[in-house]
């Protein structure tokens, strides 16, 4: 009588194989997959909004974060905080505003789109400044002089720093005697590039800005803080930013020793 073989024959074996090399093959899809979810997630996108007098202060301070937390994967851009603000209201994708007027931050609660409280990270200032002239032996009343005939300032209408230029200006008695003198920059850095770059004899721009080495080479005039409303800069973690740990973890950064050393360095008041 014929007896079946127990011994598995090739068929059975390479079938086995088959079975085997599929369950590993799923077993380190499964294991990419988390890999590639979890460096998603330790890299993923943090989108900042900065006001632009920021742009050199911010810059150094995400480098200091990013010493700390290598895998930080962060992107800002700087402009006026009116405009940032109509395009966080109309969806742009922004995680964290950084605005120069906390109305802003504020605005953005009122409108639901905010995950944390508008909180204050520092106090600004303005000054005069010049690429041609001694801007550090003038005043606000020269700004009405003749030898005067091009003054470069923010927009008023949706930069914090442009309106507080305006403020000190009327405040000093001499707008009026300036209209026919201004040129409108989009934002406080534009005012500072349209002065250096020989748009404008002089600017009211930011004292931050004022001290980036390639400005602090002339010197300015820093006008009195009594002449126009504060500066009262503020920032809030957005709706969006609110689901992003990273967003947080850096929201916390800035109330830090290191990040306030390099804002009073920049000419930033600090709250209490």
Same mark, same amino acid.
């Given at each position: ?12 074996? #390479?079938?086995?194989?088959?079975r085997r090399f599929r369950g ?25 909004? $900065?006001? $632009? !007098?920021?742009?050199?202060?911010? !810059? ?42 906390? #109305? ?29 002239l001694d801007a550090g032996a ?6 009405? #002089? ?9 927009? /008023? ?52 800005? $004022? ?16 002449l126009h409303n504060p500066l ?22 800035? $109330?830090?020793? /290191? ?14």
């Amino acid at each position: 009588m014929t007896t079946s073989s127990e011994t598995p024959t090739q068929s059975d074996r #390479s079938a086995s194989s088959a079975r085997r090399f599929r369950g590993l093959r799923r077993m380190l899809g499964c294991l990419a997959l988390l890999t590639l979810t979890g460096l998603a997630q330790a890299t993923e996108l943090v989108r900042i909004a $900065a006001a $632009a !007098d920021l742009r050199y202060a911010l !810059d150094e301070i995400i480098e200091l974060y990013r010493s700390e937390n290598p895998e930080a994967n962060l992107q800002v851009v700087y402009g006026s905080s009116g405009k940032m603000t109509t395009q966080i209201i109309n969806g742009a994708p922004y995680d964290l505003f950084f605005s120069a007027d906390i #109305s802003f931050p504020e605005k953005l609660k009122d409108e639901g789109l905010t995950a944390t409280e508008p909180a204050v990270y520092a106090i600004g200032r303005i000054v005069l400044w010049s690429n041609t002239l001694d801007a550090g032996a003038l005043t606000l009343v020269d700004l009405a #002089s003749d030898s005067i005939t091009r003054i470069a300032i923010a927009q /008023p209408a949706h930069a914090p720093y442009g309106l507080r230029a305006q403020e000190a200006m009327q405040a000093a008695g001499v707008w009026e005697a300036v209209q026919r003198k201004l040129v409108f920059a989009e934002n406080i850095a534009h005012a500072a590039q349209m002065t250096q770059s020989g748009a404008a004899q002089v600017g009211i721009i930011a004292l931050s800005l $004022a001290r980036f080495p390639d400005l602090a080479t002339h010197d300015h005039h820093l006008i009195d803080d009594s002449l126009h409303n504060p500066l009262t800069q503020g920032f809030v973690v957005t709706r969006r930013g609110g689901n992003k740990p990273d967003a947080l973890k850096f929201a916390e950064f800035m $109330a830090t020793e /290191p990040a306030h050393a390099v804002m009073r360095r920049y000419g930033f008041v600090m709250p209490e």
